[in-house]
């Protein structure tokens, strides 16, 4: 090895040292770019950077805005003032205290939360989350916990992993809120609520969920934000609440990335 070639390496190794644990990450992110280039979280097109939408996919999410029921979060399609609840709310109150939602499940929001369920793409949840710490912010600020819907052990080991824990954890995270899975638990083997009746649904879900005696104490007098990734029919998370009642939790809301809405909004 040369002078000058020995000079030149130990140059290049300050520099690498330099950098820090800051620059080192930011040059893994470059080279990940170049193995990896940067797509749509939804669609998979190319864009700038990653952990985003493209913006075609962009202006399709149909963001869940106010005004809107101040029980369920439904969309409504004109201002009928401060604080109004929907016809569903008042002819079927939930058991839980008040529900938002990020987007209307369909177009970009429903591919993502389909990735993310089906397509074992976790890392969507951090993004996901972001868009859920805004649109629940007022019942963040309430919550003490928060608790994803469980899976029953045998779909989690079958998946091997809960898609409304992966949301929950990176919410938790991002707030600063107790993440405590494992408090409620699901123990009744449901089958697949995809196609099922709304009574279908209830039914399927009645009793399927339960708080440990030993957790109760988790729950017992507080707020609990239950997270979930779709709100359909909403059986799954008012089986859910009911059962974080039974166990003394003085509040429930309900917060999940996409909601099903029928009609325009």
Known sequence: MTIRSALTQNETYRRIAGLGWRGLRVSGHFLRD????????ACAMPVAESGG???????????????????LG???????????VSAE???????????RSVAVHDGPARDLVHRLKYGDRTELAPMMAAWMARAGQEAIVRADVIL?????????????YNQSAELARA?????????????????KRTQKQVGLTAKGREDNVRNAFRVPDHRRDAVLGRHVLLIDDVYTT????????????????????????????????
Do not use: N
Request: hydrophobic share 45%; aromatic share 10%; net charge positive.
């Open 74 to 84: 439904l969309p409504f399609s004109y201002d009928p003032g401060t604080g109004m």
């Open 89 to 99: 709310a008042i002819a079927e109150p939930p058991p839980f205290d008040r529900l």
């Open 234 to 265: 909403g059986a799954t998370v008012k089986a859910a609440t009911r059962a974080l009642r039974k166990a003394g939790a003085a509040e429930v809301s309900v917060l999940t990335f996409a909601m099903a809405v029928s009609g325009p909004i």
């Open 171 to 187: 919410l938790a995270k991002r707030v600063e809120k107790p993440f405590l899975p494992g408090v409620l638990i699901r123990v």
């Open 148 to 160: 994803p819907v469980p899976l029953h052990y045998w779909r989690l080991f079958s998946r091997q």
């Open 53 to 71: 939408l493209c913006a075609t996919c962009w202006q399709a999410m149909r963001f869940i805005e106010r005004p809107y029921c101040e029980v």
């Open 34 to 41: 170049i193995v990896y280039p940067p797509s749509c979280s």
